[in-house]
């Protein structure tokens, strides 16, 4: 069983073919997941930092107003002005009110006062004087910012470079608050008023500290890191310097203390995506392992099984398929249930695969339908050794709970190479045969050939040509007669049908009836051949008339109304009439078989067991049905002649049923010592070819002429008088 998991493979490649992708997928979004928090530390830090220019740049601006505003104040001044421009001590004035803020360097640390054309009058610095010469003129026009703001007078701040210094610088013109002091400006203009102050470590320390921002400096080449720089500009909007700082990386410290935990649930998730796929590789196997076992018997499948074959015919070696079905199951659920049914099948399959072994696989096709496939040397001869042994092995019937059954089966055998046939084809091949050994009398096996294809093509052109016969009456309808004891007197005529094929030419009623059989078309017939016969032989009385009625009528629930129907429509009288049944369709499905049997018999006709010997029907078989006659088989007279000991088991059989008031008769006594057999046994009718073939209706009517001409002896083959009005054989339908 463990080799047809080969198929297991392709389960498993389709496993992985659905798990792949999500595994992907999952590390996929993991990664992405990843990448997306990453991005967002990123990104947090970037709001980080840009919070911190801003906050840099507005401290700075502030820083300016400020200078701008204090700048202003000093400025816009009566006693600035006066000291200025009226008295001629702007020195003792400009030290008291500005020298010593230089000196503690809140405020500025740098103090100049400049004339309208930008020439040094005074400066102070750190508290200390700066001469006026000491004033280069370039950077005290740049402090006082006459290039920039050309038009005075206006008050004004910037950042101003000095070297590697740079300065928050304010301005103004100095200018009285009182109008009475308006004159005193000089006309070239009013003098201008500088402060600056360095931005130094402790104005870096103390924007560190207010703005919360770490290791500030002052930088004047640019930084590497710009996202921890604040670009200062010139006017002119060029890079005057930079303020760099330590970048707090909030978002990427977060990251770093998440990390443990996101490595921990990926770890988990992955874990649990593995648990998955292993469950998921599991879930395959299982299925894999179950779409080819068959749910009832846990046998392989048909698919299994056509896979074994085709591995077996990959190996290179010859390989056998035999296919088996049970013979009457449908009867067994018929009339004990599906569990009675479903047991049956599994005590068979017990019993197959203890007769296998290891020398053939088992499997089960489905329904009733099994499969032995056995490959390597000798295969052909090792599986008909297994249908050998299993056919042997059913003569002993199965005990379900109660019931006692006995099962035949029909085994076909098909066996080939890699070249001949694939898997498929051998399966195809071995379902012909048993059909073969199915028609051939069931509890048979068969090994394919291309005559069973051949016949299989027949069946299929019989089928259609029956049709068409049925359509335009293409039967015949001959009789045999049946003689007395004596050999002497026709007691009755058996109805048998003839059709010729327009394209196989005459067929034997052995061959057509089964196809009919199978295809349903045998009610039509049957009912055609009864209601053809009755009319025939209406005027043979007192002859009774035999018609066969086959397994497949017997399931059709009006078969009684049917008859009764055509004994009223031609007036033959049901106690002339003997109905024909072979003991299969009595096997098959007994219990429905002997109710009908009950309603036939009721309308007042007379049953006969026909074939008798070629099957399993004993003595208590014909009580069980309430048979009138039996016919012992020619195959039975044959052999008794062959072998004189049989002779006293027939007559046994003979004086049983005589005790219980069953007529016997021999069928096919073709020679006298059929004849002397048949006497012996004590056979109260004889048919055969001894006394009559088979001859049409207009013969039969001569003949019965002739035997009452010459006083009911028989006129075998003697031309007589016509004195039954022949009947036309036309205008059947
Ligand atoms: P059966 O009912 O057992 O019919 C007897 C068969 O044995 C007939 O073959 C008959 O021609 C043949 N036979 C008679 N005497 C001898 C003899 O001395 N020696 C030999 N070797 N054969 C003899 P037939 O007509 O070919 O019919 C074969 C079978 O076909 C019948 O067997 C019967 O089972 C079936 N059959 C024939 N006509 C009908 C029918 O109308 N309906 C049904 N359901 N079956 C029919
Ligand atoms: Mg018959
Ligand atoms: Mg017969």
Avoid at 54 to 62: F, Q, T
Avoid at 153 to 174: I, M, N, Q, T, W
Avoid at 257 to 266: C, Q, S, T, Y
């Amino acid at each position: 069983m463990t080799e047809s998991l080969g198929q297991g493979a392709s389960f498993r490649r389709e496993a992985l073919r659905v798990v792949l992708p999500n595994l992907l997928l999952v590390l996929l979004v993991a990664g992405a997941a990843f990448g997306l928090v990453r991005d967002y530390t990123l990104t947090v830090d970037g709001l980080e930092s840009e919070r911190t220019r801003r906050a840099l740049h507005a401290a700075i601006e502030l820083q300016l107003e400020a200078m701008e505003a204090l700048v202003h104040d000093n400025a816009y001044w009566n006693d600035m002005a006066r000291a200025s421009y009226v008295s001629q001590a702007l020195t003792p004035f400009f030290e008291e009110s500005f020298a010593y803020v230089t000196r503690d360097g809140r405020g500025y640390d740098v103090a100049l006062q400049l004339r309208a054309d930008g020439t040094p009058r005074l400066g102070y610095a750190g508290g200390a004087p700066l001469p006026a010469e000491r004033i280069a003129r370039p950077s005290a026009d740049q402090l006082a910012m006459r290039s920039r703001l050309p038009d005075l007078p206006h008050a004004a701040s910037g950042l101003l470079r000095a070297g590697d210094r740079l300065f928050f610088v304010g301005r103004d013109v100095v200018l009285p608050e009182s109008a009475e002091l308006a004159a005193t400006v000089p006309a070239a203009g009013p003098d201008i008023l500088v402060f600056a102050k360095e931005v130094g470590a402790e104005e870096l320390e103390s924007l560190e500290r207010t703005l919360q921002v770490k290791g500030l400096r002052l930088a004047f080449d640019p930084p590497t890191d710009r996202a921890h720089a604040l670009r200062l500009p010139r006017d002119d909007g060029e890079p005057l310097a930079w303020l760099t700082w330590t970048g707090t990386p909030v978002g990427q410290r977060a990251l770093a203390e998440l990390l443990p935990w996101l490595a921990g649930v990926g770890a988990l998730l992955l874990l649990l995506g593995l648990a998955g796929v292993r469950k998921a590789w599991r879930q395959a196997e299982e299925l894999a392992r179950q779409a080819l076992l068959d749910g009832l018997s846990g046998l392989p499948n048909r698919r299994a099984i056509r896979d074994a074959l085709g591995r077996g015919l990959l190996g290179g070696g010859s390989v056998t398929v035999a296919m088996l079905d049970l013979d009457g199951f449908k009867a067994v659920n018929d009339n004990y249930g599906h569990m009675a049914g479903d047991h049956l099948l599994l005590a068979f399959a017990r019993r197959l695969t203890a007769i296998c072994g290891a020398d053939g696989q088992v499997g089960r096709l489905g329904g009733d339908e099994f499969a032995v496939v056995v490959s390597g040397p000798n295969s052909l001869a090792r599986g008909q050794d297994i249908a050998r042994r299993l056919l042997a092995v059913l003569e002993e019937p199965f005990r379900i709970g109660e019931i006692t059954l006995s099962i035949g089966s029909s085994i076909g055998l098909a066996h080939g190479t890699l070249g001949e046939a694939d898997a498929s084809e051998l399966l195809r091949r071995a379902d012909v045969a048993m059909y073969a050994a199915k028609r051939g009398g069931r509890g048979q096996m068969v090994v394919y050939s291309d005559v069973h294809d051949q016949r299989q093509a027949d069946a299929h052109r019989i089928e259609q040509e029956l049709r068409d016969a049925l359509k335009t009456g293409g039967f015949e309808l001959v009789y045999q007669p049946l003689m007395d004891a004596s050999g002497r007197r026709i007691v009755a005529v058996e109805a048998l049908l003839r059709w010729s094929s327009p394209s196989l030419g005459r067929v034997s009623p052995a061959v057509f009836i089964p196809v009919a059989e199978e295809t349903g078309l045998i009610n039509a017939i049957g009912l055609f051949v009864l209601e053809r016969a009755c009319r025939d032989a209406l005027p043979w009385a007192p002859l009774r008339l035999a018609v066969n009625v086959s397994a497949a009528q017997l399931r059709n629930p009006e078969l009684a109304e049917e008859i009764a129907a055509i004994l009223a429509r031609t007036g033959f009288p049901a106690a002339r009439l003997e109905l024909e049944l072979t003991e299969t369709c009595l096997v098959e499905d007994a219990d429905r078989a002997a109710a009908m049997l009950d309603r036939i018999r009721a309308l007042g006709v007379r049953l006969s067991l026909d074939d008798f010997g070629t099957g399993y029907a004993s003595i208590g078989f014909l009580r069980r049905f309430a048979f009138d006659k039996v016919k012992i088989d020619r195959s039975l007279v044959e052999e008794a002649v062959q072998r004189p000991q049989r002779v006293t088991i027939l007559e046994a059989t003979a004086r049983i049923a005589s005790a219980l008031d069953i007529e016997v008769v021999a069928e096919g006594i073709e020679t006298d010592a059929h004849l002397q057999v048949a006497r012996r046994v004590g056979c109260c009718a004889l048919q055969g070819w001894l006394f009559h073939s088979a001859r049409s209706a207009e013969a039969i009517a001569e003949l019965l002429g002739r035997q009452e001409a010459e006083g009911g002896e028989p006129a075998v083959d003697a031309p007589g008088v016509r004195r039954y009005g022949p009947r036309s054989l036309t205008g059947w339908s």
